[in-house]
């Protein structure tokens, strides 16, 4: 969010930045707001200039024993009319306060021009499409058919764009996520966070969802006072976990991960990708977060696009990375790649990891500063998220581009691998005392590593 002070010296180029973002946001409304608050500071300043004159001169009386009362009486009125002015200067602030909130970030200088998707440009590619001697099925024929996904179940139980897992299509999500997180944390140098799935409004907030985005959002009341947003993406509380704070030399640079359930009302989005799970209101997605100085944030955005890009190269996925045009990237971001799988069922490349800079935006509205040497005064950290996958559509990928002609689906080495980490419950066993581990691997249901009749994994 950009102070008031920034706005009035750059209504021009906020205006252009706007329109060339495909969404005009004319500022004539805070202009008139904002004279209209210098108006009421003025006269705020004058009318407490004149008590304290008024004042001293009613002791001046009082001392002097003369009558005073037809000055105490014009205090009353001053008095009253304070109170208005202040009431009316509280109720232009917050109008001001909401058209700040409103205006989007600037793009970067390398951001391409263009209006939509459509103008996106492709930076590079990897792998190459399988090639099938059938016709390759949608991921949610094939789910349908091995009966790993049940989407009329899933209607049934919550509505449309919601889908439930069943056996080897729920242990599947679960080894992606386990998969993903474990690449991220032992290689990558990733803190795992598994923050609060409800967040309050100043969290959704900070990292721009409110007020611009509250239609898109679930909220849940919590009382007349207070309400709380289920998230729409790890982002929004991993981001804010410093909000309000001075983080100390030496603390910068941050990675952290997280996965969450995501919580999506798709409202702008109806009669789009109805099939399947790619457009779900409830989907997983293993996030990644980094807050660094701000000399190196591109430098960082570089390196999570390739931390994002990793995952998909182990798992044998072809894919593109596109840089969103100025009509395309999103509200807070100043620089976006998107990473599209290949989805053979489909024929068409789909987004399965966005990777953003917001620059000081985010920072800004949630007040995330860094000092850079003791002492010094603090600055705003830069602030950077990608997904590190979506999970549900790593699954849609897996199923299309690893099927078999005879219905199965070759799970990929590297699941199989996690499957059988996770079985041995190695981590939990390093942990905790090894009685816990054995307790606990007598009670848990690892990923199958057998052949069976849906899945291939071996």
Same mark, same amino acid.
């Given at each position: 969010?950009?102070?008031?002070?920034?706005?009035?010296?750059?209504?021009?180029?906020?205006?252009?930045?706007?329109?060339?973002?495909?969404?005009?946001?004319?500022?004539?409304?805070?202009?008139?707001?904002?004279?209209?608050?210098?108006?009421?500071?003025?006269?705020?300043?004058?009318?407490?200039?004149?008590?304290?004159?008024?004042?001293?001169?009613?002791?001046?009386?009082?001392?002097?024993?003369?009558?005073?009362?037809?000055?105490?009486?014009?205090?009353?009125?001053?008095?009253?009319?304070?109170?208005?002015?202040?009431?009316?200067?509280?109720?232009?602030?917050?109008?001001?306060?909401?058209?700040?909130?409103?205006?989007?970030?600037?793009?970067?200088?390398?951001?391409?021009?263009?209006?939509?998707?459509?103008?996106?440009?492709?930076?590079?590619?990897?792998?190459?499409?399988?090639?099938?001697?059938?016709?390759?099925?949608?991921?949610?024929?094939?789910?349908?058919?091995?009966?790993?996904?049940?989407?009329?179940?899933?209607?049934?139980?919550?509505?449309?764009?919601?889908?439930?897992?069943?056996?080897?299509?729920?242990?599947?999500?679960?080894?992606?996520?386990?998969?993903?997180?474990?690449?991220?944390?032992?290689?990558?140098?990733?803190?795992?966070?598994?923050?609060?799935?409800?967040?309050?409004?100043?969290?959704?907030?900070?990292?721009?969802?409110?007020?611009?985005?509250?239609?898109?959002?679930?909220?849940?009341?919590?009382?007349?006072?207070?309400?709380?947003?289920?998230?729409?993406?790890?982002?929004?509380?991993?981001?804010?976990?410093?909000?309000?704070?001075?983080?100390?030399?030496?603390?910068?640079?941050?990675?952290?991960?997280?996965?969450?359930?995501?919580?999506?009302?798709?409202?702008?989005?109806?009669?789009?990708?109805?099939?399947?799970?790619?457009?779900?209101?409830?989907?997983?997605?293993?996030?990644?977060?980094?807050?660094?100085?701000?000399?190196?944030?591109?430098?960082?955005?570089?390196?999570?696009?390739?931390?994002?890009?990793?995952?998909? #190269?182990? &798992?044998?996925? /072809?894919? +593109?990375? !596109?840089? $969103?045009?100025? *009509?395309?990237?999103?509200?807070? %971001?100043?620089?976006?790649?998107?990473?599209?799988?290949?989805?053979?069922?489909?024929?068409?490349?789909?987004?399965?990891?966005?990777?953003?800079?917001?620059?000081?935006?985010?920072?800004?509205?949630?007040?995330?500063?860094?000092?850079?040497?003791?002492?010094?005064?603090?600055?705003?950290?830069?602030?950077?998220?990608?997904?590190?996958?979506?999970?549900?559509?790593?699954?849609?990928?897996?199923?299309?581009?690893?099927?078999?002609?005879?219905?199965?689906?070759?799970?990929?080495?590297?699941?199989?691998?996690?499957?059988?980490?996770?079985?041995?419950?190695?981590?939990?066993?390093?942990?905790?005392?090894?009685?816990?581990? #054995?307790? &606990?691997?007598? /009670?848990? +249901?690892? !990923?199958? $590593?057998?052949? *069976?009749?849906?899945?291939?994994? %071996?």
């Amino acid at each position: 969010m950009f102070d008031a002070k920034f706005v009035r010296n750059n209504i021009e180029a906020i205006e252009r930045m706007t329109a060339h973002r495909g969404e005009p946001f004319y500022l004539d409304k805070f202009v008139q707001l904002d004279e209209e608050n210098s108006h009421l500071r003025t006269r705020l300043e004058e009318m407490q200039h004149k008590i304290n004159v008024v004042s001293k001169k009613i002791g001046q009386l009082k001392r002097e024993n003369k009558e005073s009362s037809s000055l105490q009486e014009e205090m009353k009125d001053v008095s009253a009319e304070i109170k208005d002015l202040k009431k009316k200067k509280v109720e232009v602030e917050s109008s001001i306060q909401e058209i700040l909130l409103r205006i989007p970030n600037f793009p970067h200088d390398s951001v391409p021009e263009g209006k939509g998707e459509e103008d996106n440009p492709e930076v590079k590619r990897w792998g190459r499409p399988p090639e099938f001697d059938f016709a390759p099925q949608a991921h949610w024929d094939i789910g349908e058919k091995l009966d790993i996904l049940d989407f009329k179940r899933g209607a049934k139980l919550a509505g449309a764009r919601f889908t439930l897992y069943k056996g080897q299509g729920a242990c599947l999500e679960r080894a992606l996520i386990n998969f993903m997180l474990d690449v991220h944390t032992r290689e990558k140098g990733y803190q795992e966070i598994l923050p609060p799935f409800m967040v309050n409004r100043a969290t959704m907030t900070g990292t721009g969802q409110l007020p611009k985005f509250e239609e898109d959002l679930f909220r849940v009341f919590k009382d007349e006072n207070e309400d709380f947003f289920l998230i729409p993406t790890a982002e929004v509380p991993v981001t804010n976990i410093y909000s309000q704070e001075i983080l100390e030399p030496g603390q910068l640079p941050i990675y952290f991960t997280a996965y969450t359930p995501c919580f999506r009302r798709e409202a702008g989005s109806y009669g789009k990708d109805t099939r399947g799970l790619i457009r779900q209101h409830q989907f997983n997605k293993v996030e990644l977060v980094k807050m660094v100085e701000p000399e190196n944030s591109y430098q960082e955005l570089e390196r999570l696009l390739e931390d994002a890009e990793d995952i998909l #190269k182990r &798992l044998g996925l /072809h894919y +593109r990375v !596109v840089t $969103l045009c100025a *009509g395309d990237i999103g509200f807070a %971001a100043s620089k976006t790649y998107d990473i599209e799988v290949w989805l053979p069922g489909q024929h068409a490349y789909r987004e399965i990891s966005s990777c953003s800079n917001f620059e000081d935006f985010q920072a800004r509205r949630a007040s995330i500063r860094y000092r850079p040497v003791a002492g010094a005064k603090p600055e705003l950290v830069h602030t950077l998220n990608g997904s590190g996958l979506a999970v549900g559509r790593t699954l849609v990928a897996i199923l299309e581009n690893y099927q078999q002609k005879d219905g199965s689906v070759v799970i990929p080495e590297v699941l199989r691998r996690t499957a059988k980490r996770h079985e041995t419950l190695f981590m939990i066993q390093r942990i905790w005392p090894r009685c816990v581990g #054995k307790a &606990l691997a007598a /009670h848990t +249901r690892p !990923v199958s $590593l057998q052949r *069976g009749r849906l899945l291939v994994y %071996a």
